[in-house]
Structure formats: C-alpha cells, structure tokens
Nanobody, 123 residues
Framework: QEQLVESGGGLVQAGGSLRLSCAAS????????MGWFRRAPGKERELVAT????????YYANSVKGRFTISRDDAKNTISLQMNSLRPEDTAVYYC????????????????WGQGTLVTVSS
C-alpha cells in the first residue's frame, strides 16, 4: 500500500524555523514530481512548493518565496520543506503530495496525499 507520511510540524514563534519531511512507502516516487500544499483555517487549499521528478526544477508560491526551500532525497524516498522566517499567516495543515504522472516538472495532477501535519506560528 503506497503511503506518504508527513512529520515535523509543531508550534513555533514568528521568525522561527521548522523542517517538514515526507516519507514515502509502498512504492518509489523517484519518477514523480512532488510537493507541498497547505490549508489554513477557513481558507482554500494552497500550493506551497513543488519539485520536479529530477529535482532540477522547483516552484514556490509568492507568499513563501525566499523563505521556504523544497528538496528531495530519492535514496531515502523522502522530500523536505525547510521553512524559515515563519509568519503567523503560515499557520496551516501542510500536506505532501505526489503527481499521478511520471517524469513531469510540475505537480499538476496529485495522485497521492499524506495525512497532513499541523504548523502553528504564534505572534
């Protein structure tokens, strides 16, 4: 059974940092673009960052550009999201996702999702 499991969420003060990880099991996601979404209370789900299947291309939402860094370690079948200079508006449940199509540079069609990890940034 394929599974994506996020970890690393928690409570942090504004200006602090957190590192989220997403471990894949059940199958390898090496050939798939992956990324992170988030859903803040009362808001729509938002695409935060993506990384291509090769790892050579990344995308960031304007709201996190310059503060967040996405990376992947295919040997460990994991992706990570380093979040620096956190703001209260970054508070959300963060979800890891993998594209349903192989060998794409973008995460246009998520086919697998994690259960989410809560990030709370206090002011």
């Amino acid at each position: 059974q394929e599974q994506l499991v996020e970890s690393g969420g928690g409570l942090v003060q504004a200006g602090g940092s957190l590192r989220l990880s997403c471990a894949a099991s059940g199958r390898t996601f090496t050939d798939y673009a992956m990324g992170w979404f988030r859903r803040a209370p009362g808001k729509e789900r938002e695409l935060v960052a993506t990384i291509s299947w090769s790892g050579g291309q990344t995308y960031y939402a304007n709201s996190v550009k310059g503060r967040f860094t996405i990376s992947r370690d295919d040997a460990k079948n994991t992706i990570s999201l380093q979040m620096n200079s956190l703001r209260p508006e970054d508070t959300a449940v963060y979800y890891c996702a993998a594209n349903s199509l192989r060998h794409t540079t973008v995460l246009a069609s998520p086919g697998a999702w994690g259960q989410g990890t809560l990030v709370t940034v206090s002011s």
